[in-house]
């Protein structure tokens, strides 16, 4: 009988490259960067990575570009917090100050600006919260909506809201457009789950609610359906990249998402992500070049055109190899 024999195509190496179906490129990669007030410090969660000074900002935009990286993603952890997380929209914030360093530094390296008051908020909360303790959405949205217009005026070419309010991109987008600011595009945190998996991140950014979770605006790890219908509304609402988060549980999310739109379709491969990574290579449990490019590759494989990496000055390195 004749058999069928797929292994025919795997023989050699030159013949898988030519058979292969997906390829990382740095093209695809996206480096978050945390800037705050003070000295540069490392995030012991995350080896490898740091909270930047402004003052040391210069080294890693160096090295991003040295890669070839096309974009970086901002947080910042400013130096006082208070209840209505004022550091976020302030003209002079640590975020705005580092968009205008970089920018000065690297003109046609991507910004991107993380919209979010998790960072900001003395109580850790992604918004405005009432007397009981609950996050308020739309007076939550004005403050979102400033935030934008402000690190779009300090020169971000992409604004991220990664709050998970309704109708944060329908604000965004009217108040940016009334100031004229036409061109900044939103790129959408539109299905962003209720992870374990961003605890190095709250560590980095000190962003731990300081009461109770944010299962109340980020959506229920069990819900598929939900995010398809996240992502509807924020495509009418004129977001111009849909992001899916976590990626590496989320999968079968990044695919769905794929197929119903045709935007750009971007998937954060977040800070438990990495962390576990680091955690098992320096046990010497995985080997962490082949591990970080399986996962990467597989996200792409999914369906992401952008993968929002802390790998990705590593990673930039790998695929060129
Ligand atoms: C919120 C925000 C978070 C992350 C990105 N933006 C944390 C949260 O929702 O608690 C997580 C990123 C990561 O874990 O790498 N501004």
């Given at each position: 009988?004749?058999i069928?024999?797929?292994r025919?195509?795997?023989?050699?190496?030159?013949?898988?490259?030519l058979?292969?179906?997906?390829?990382?490129?740095?093209n695809?990669?996206?480096y978050?960067?945390?800037v705050?007030?003070g000295?540069?410090?490392?995030?012991?969660?995350?080896?490898?990575q740091?909270?930047w000074?402004?003052?040391?900002?210069?080294?890693?935009?160096?090295?991003?570009t040295?890669?070839?990286?096309p974009?970086v993603?901002l947080?910042?952890i400013?130096?006082?917090?208070?209840e209505?997380?004022?550091?976020?929209?302030?003209?002079?914030?640590?975020v705005?100050?580092?968009?205008?360093?970089?920018?000065?530094?690297?003109?046609?390296?991507?910004?991107?600006?993380?919209?979010?008051?998790?960072?900001?908020?003395?109580?850790?909360?992604?918004?405005?919260?009432?007397?009981a303790?609950?996050?308020l959405?739309d007076?939550?949205?004005e403050?979102?909506?400033?935030t934008a217009?402000?690190q779009?005026?300090?020169?971000a070419?992409?604004?991220?809201p990664?709050d998970?309010?309704?109708?944060?991109?329908?604000?965004?987008?009217e108040?940016?457009?009334?100031?004229?600011l036409?061109?900044?595009?939103?790129?959408?945190?539109?299905a962003?789950?209720?992870s374990?998996?961003?605890?190095?991140f709250?560590?980095?950014?000190?962003?731990?609610p300081?009461?109770?979770?944010?299962?109340?605006?980020?959506?229920?790890?069990a819900?598929?359906?939900e995010?398809?219908?996240?992502?509807?509304?924020d495509l009418?609402?004129?977001a111009d990249?849909?992001?899916?988060?976590?990626?590496?549980p989320y999968l079968?999310?990044?695919?769905?998402?794929?197929?119903?739109?045709?935007v750009?379709?971007?998937?954060?491969?977040?800070?438990?992500?990495f962390?576990?990574?680091?955690?098992a290579?320096e046990?010497?449990?995985?080997?962490?070049?082949?591990v970080v490019?399986?996962?990467?590759t597989?996200?792409?494989?999914?369906?992401?055109?952008?993968?929002?990496?802390?790998?990705?000055?590593?990673?930039?390195?790998?695929?060129?190899?």
């Open positions: 009988m004749m069928e024999r797929p025919r195509l795997r023989r050699t190496e030159t013949l898988r490259r058979v292969r179906e997906t390829e990382l490129s740095v695809d990669l996206v978050p960067l945390f705050a007030e000295k540069t410090q490392p995030i012991s969660s995350m080896p490898g740091s909270r000074s402004l003052n040391d900002l210069a080294e890693p935009i160096a090295q991003v040295g890669a070839g990286l974009a993603l947080f910042g400013p130096d006082k917090k208070d209505v997380g004022s550091g976020a929209y302030a003209e002079n914030g640590i705005q100050q580092a968009i205008r360093k970089i920018k000065a530094q690297a003109p046609d390296l991507v910004v991107i600006g993380d919209v979010c008051l998790c960072e900001y908020t003395s109580h850790g909360h992604c918004g405005l919260l009432n007397e303790g609950e996050v959405n007076e939550t949205l403050l979102l909506a400033r217009v402000s779009a005026q300090a020169g070419d992409i604004v991220a990664s998970m309010m309704d109708g944060r991109v329908a604000a965004l987008r108040a940016l457009d009334d100031v004229g036409t061109q900044t595009a939103i790129m959408s945190y539109a962003k789950y209720a374990g998996f961003y605890g190095p709250r560590e980095a950014a000190e962003s731990t300081a009461f109770g979770d944010r299962r109340g605006y980020q959506m229920d790890p819900n598929a359906r995010a398809l219908r996240e992502v509807r509304l009418e609402e004129g990249i849909i992001m899916i988060k976590p990626a590496l079968d999310i990044i695919s769905r998402v794929r197929e119903l739109c045709d750009p379709v971007a998937a954060y491969n977040v800070s438990g992500e962390a576990m990574v680091k955690a290579a046990k010497g449990w995985l080997e962490e070049p082949r490019m399986e996962i990467l597989a996200i792409k494989r999914a369906g992401a055109d952008i993968i929002i990496t802390y790998h990705a000055l590593d990673a930039a390195q790998w695929v060129t190899e």
